[in-house]
């Protein structure tokens, strides 16, 4: 058997399957933390000057250099250029307003359309992490979408869409009134506890749901399979 055709490890159940998929779809621990310094650092610094711009340039500088070190180690720009755009953006809106708190409405937009978005995805029968799923395929290039030819995968997919439904309604619930009020510092600390700490907090939830769950995989659900055994189950 040649490595092309070797199955996937730990694919007797949909859920070792979306583990072992999403394990390679999702950055490390590098990835994570490129993504959270620069806003860590917005916070500090701003804490300390009460200064939009001084915080603003040393964020955006933190970013530049992470990219420079991806850069000459010649490894993925993918979180890093996510970082970047991200500071760039809030530090934007920030000394376009004067105010402090204006950092954070980007963030805060986004998670409303990511929170609609989830939502949309579970009810359309297209549930986001299913895309997440399909990535960590090694196959995705013939095929991106097999994943949704199982109905097993797509129910699973779903559930742990629901958990990213939560995470954003929690991040709206907490942020929105603290932007309202103009409270910078909790924003900072907000920011903060409900980035990366929330977001494994949600891995952690969808890791218990994919170890106790024992969805059979279908036959035919592969890249492999006929049009005609593609079964997609109604919208929801």
């Given at each position: 058997?040649?490595?092309?055709?070797?199955?996937?490890?730990?694919?007797?159940?949909?859920?070792?399957?979306?583990?072992?998929?999403?394990?390679?779809?999702?950055?490390?621990?590098?990835?994570?933390?490129?993504?959270?310094?620069?806003?860590v650092v917005f916070v500090a610094v701003w804490t300390v000057t009460q200064d939009v711009r001084t915080a603003a340039v040393w964020s955006i500088g933190l970013a530049v250099v992470l990219a420079a070190?991806?850069?000459?180690?010649?490894?993925?720009?993918?979180?890093?250029?996510?970082?970047?755009?991200?500071?760039?953006?809030?530090?934007?809106?920030?000394?376009?307003?004067?105010?402090?708190?204006?950092?954070?409405?980007?963030?805060?937009?986004?998670?409303?359309?990511?929170?609609?978005?989830?939502?949309?995805?579970?009810?359309?029968?297209?549930?986001?992490?299913?895309?997440?799923?399909?990535?960590?395929?090694?196959?995705?290039?013939?095929?991106?979408?097999?994943?949704?030819?199982?109905?097993?995968?797509?129910?699973?997919?779903?559930?742990?869409?629901?958990?990213?439904?939560?995470?954003?309604?929690?991040?709206?619930?907490?942020?929105?009134?603290?932007?309202?009020?103009?409270?910078?510092?909790?924003?900072?600390?907000?920011?903060?506890?409900?980035?990366?700490?929330?977001?494994?907090?949600?891995?952690?939830?969808?890791?218990?749901?994919?170890?106790?769950?024992?969805?059979?995989?279908?036959?035919?659900?592969?890249?492999?399979?006929?049009?005609?055994?593609?079964?997609?189950?109604?919208?929801?």
């Amino acid at each position: 058997m040649t490595t092309d055709q070797r199955p996937s490890p730990a694919a007797e159940t949909v859920e070792a399957l979306i583990r072992h998929r999403l394990s390679t779809a999702l950055g490390g621990w590098r990835g994570s933390l490129e993504t959270a310094l620069p806003t860590v650092v917005f916070v500090a610094v701003w804490t300390v000057t009460q200064d939009v711009r001084t915080a603003a340039v040393w964020s955006i500088g933190l970013a530049v250099v992470l990219a420079a070190v991806r850069l000459v180690q010649r490894s993925s720009l993918q979180h890093v250029l996510g970082a970047l755009v991200a500071t760039a953006i809030a530090a934007f809106f920030a000394l376009r307003s004067g105010q402090a708190q204006d950092a954070f409405l980007p963030g805060i937009l986004t998670n409303a359309a990511y929170l609609a978005g989830t939502v949309l995805s579970i009810v359309v029968g297209w549930p986001a992490v299913g895309f997440l799923v399909g990535a960590g395929d090694p196959r995705a290039k013939e095929d991106p979408f097999a994943w949704r030819r199982d109905r097993g995968m797509v129910r699973v997919c779903a559930r742990l869409t629901w958990v990213l439904v939560g995470i954003y309604v929690v991040r709206l619930a907490v942020m929105v009134p603290l932007y309202l009020a103009a409270e910078v510092t909790l924003l900072g600390v907000a920011k903060i506890v409900l980035g990366w700490p929330l977001w494994v907090a949600g891995v952690a939830v969808m890791g218990w749901l994919l170890v106790s769950g024992r969805t059979p995989v279908e036959p035919g659900a592969g890249p492999g399979a006929e049009p005609g055994e593609s079964r997609v189950p109604p919208s929801s």
